[in-house]
């Protein structure tokens, strides 16, 4: 979270690893002809952190 408690519109994801979270604006323009874009209808995504030892 930044100062302003600021709340992405949008995260991209490249080879299972979060590349980008941005305004869907700026996101979009990392789009390419394979993406795969899913729509959460307004839910909340929350990221997992799995530690494998």
Avoid: Y
């Amino acid at each position: 979270m930044d100062k302003d408690a600021t709340i992405a519109e949008a995260v991209a994801v490249k080879e299972g690893k979060i590349i980008a979270v941005s305004s869907n604006k700026e996101i979009r323009k990392l789009k390419g002809r394979h993406t795969k874009v899913v729509d959460l209808k307004n839910k909340v995504l929350l990221p997992g952190f799995f530690v494998v030892a």
